[in-house]
């Protein structure tokens, strides 16, 4: 009897202390002046386990079961909605709960294709977003962090800044592309910007590749757009003529840094280029890609599908 009476006081202690943690972290606490603000999405079909684990991993709450106890303690699992919801990191489990069901926020989606550069970006974004302006876009998307943003499709609140969704970007960069050097974005930027389609993209790496092996210039187009801030599929010979470290016509090797920001596929081309006897391709009006060994074969390929 003395044992069970032992076992009996340590879980009502056991569960006062719980409960009353619970009853504390319920209601009780807020977030303090370090506060950080965090972006949680809910999706639609989204469990309270997933919403409870997304606020753990988001440094919202420390626990997911707690949250979930008081969830279905309240009653609120039916009521937690679907959508953007901004929260800070010691926000009590009212507080959130309440967030979750009334306090959805704004918010706009702005779509950013692969290989747009900082100033297309910018463009994009403020088509969507009129409250940041191009300063204020300058000051956040710094001429650096060209190549780094990610290009996809994002949600972001009404009042996001220019740093708001540059930080955004670039945390996706990190998390879809990963360690890669600046050489290599470097090459995919310019891959992006040159072909469409991921085999061509290999094919036109490997091209790339050969090049620089012997010491060959790129010649790239694309690397003289950036330069005129144009999109001519075919450059004017003045342009060739452009004195800047990007004119890969006039400067053999790579650009400085990277022209766009590419996507998936042209950074897994660089990756795994082909390997490949080409050292010249064109695209035709059509958008056909053909490939030649030499100077010869492409003058051909020139003057039978551009000329």
Same mark, same amino acid.
């Given at each position: 009897m003395k044992i069970l009476a032992t076992i009996v006081a340590v879980l009502v202690i056991v569960s006062a202390? *719980? *409960?009353g943690g619970l009853v504390f972290d319920a209601y009780f606490i807020a977030p303090g002046p370090e506060a950080q603000e965090k972006i949680l999405i809910v999706e639609s079909g989204d469990s309270v386990s997933q919403i409870a684990d997304a606020l753990v991993d988001g440094g919202v709450i420390k626990s997911a079961w707690p949250f979930k106890v008081f969830v279905k303690m309240t009653g609120a699992s039916g009521q937690l909605q679907a959508g953007s919801f901004q929260l800070k990191t010691g926000m009590s489990y009212a507080a959130i709960v309440? @967030?979750?069901t009334n306090g959805r926020a704004d918010e706009v989606t702005v779509t950013i294709p692969e290989g747009y550069t900082l100033v297309q970006i910018g463009e994009a974004v403020r088509a969507q977003l009129p409250g940041i302006t191009t300063e204020a876009w300058t000051a956040a998307a710094t001429p650096d962090l060209e190549g780094y943003l990610f290009p996809d499709t994002y949600r972001f609140f009404a009042d996001a800044t220019a740093q708001d969704v540059v930080s955004k970007m670039r945390a996706a960069f990190d998390e879809r592309v990963g360690e890669i050097s600046r050489e290599d974005l470097t090459l995919a930027s310019i891959v992006e910007r040159e072909v469409r389609t991921p085999e061509e993209m290999k094919t036109v790496a490997g091209i790339f590749f050969n090049r620089l092996a012997i010491g060959? @210039?790129?010649? @790239?187009?694309s690397t003289v757009n950036y330069i005129t801030g144009g999109d001519d599929p075919s450059v004017s010979y003045e342009d060739l003529q452009i004195d800047s470290p990007y004119n890969t016509y006039k400067y053999p090797g790579l650009p400085p840094g990277p022209i766009s920001n590419p996507g998936l596929n042209a950074i897994n081309a660089v990756r795994e280029p082909a390997d490949?006897?080409?050292?010249?391709f064109l695209t035709s009006p059509e958008g056909t890609v053909y490939y030649a060994r030499t100077f010869e074969e492409h003058q051909q390929n020139r003057v039978r599908y551009l000329d």
């Amino acid at each position: 009897m003395k044992i069970l009476a032992t076992i009996v006081a340590v879980l009502v202690i056991v569960s006062a202390v *719980f *409960f009353g943690g619970l009853v504390f972290d319920a209601y009780f606490i807020a977030p303090g002046p370090e506060a950080q603000e965090k972006i949680l999405i809910v999706e639609s079909g989204d469990s309270v386990s997933q919403i409870a684990d997304a606020l753990v991993d988001g440094g919202v709450i420390k626990s997911a079961w707690p949250f979930k106890v008081f969830v279905k303690m309240t009653g609120a699992s039916g009521q937690l909605q679907a959508g953007s919801f901004q929260l800070k990191t010691g926000m009590s489990y009212a507080a959130i709960v309440e @967030a979750l069901t009334n306090g959805r926020a704004d918010e706009v989606t702005v779509t950013i294709p692969e290989g747009y550069t900082l100033v297309q970006i910018g463009e994009a974004v403020r088509a969507q977003l009129p409250g940041i302006t191009t300063e204020a876009w300058t000051a956040a998307a710094t001429p650096d962090l060209e190549g780094y943003l990610f290009p996809d499709t994002y949600r972001f609140f009404a009042d996001a800044t220019a740093q708001d969704v540059v930080s955004k970007m670039r945390a996706a960069f990190d998390e879809r592309v990963g360690e890669i050097s600046r050489e290599d974005l470097t090459l995919a930027s310019i891959v992006e910007r040159e072909v469409r389609t991921p085999e061509e993209m290999k094919t036109v790496a490997g091209i790339f590749f050969n090049r620089l092996a012997i010491g060959m @210039a790129l010649q @790239a187009d694309s690397t003289v757009n950036y330069i005129t801030g144009g999109d001519d599929p075919s450059v004017s010979y003045e342009d060739l003529q452009i004195d800047s470290p990007y004119n890969t016509y006039k400067y053999p090797g790579l650009p400085p840094g990277p022209i766009s920001n590419p996507g998936l596929n042209a950074i897994n081309a660089v990756r795994e280029p082909a390997d490949t006897p080409y050292y010249y391709f064109l695209t035709s009006p059509e958008g056909t890609v053909y490939y030649a060994r030499t100077f010869e074969e492409h003058q051909q390929n020139r003057v039978r599908y551009l000329d």
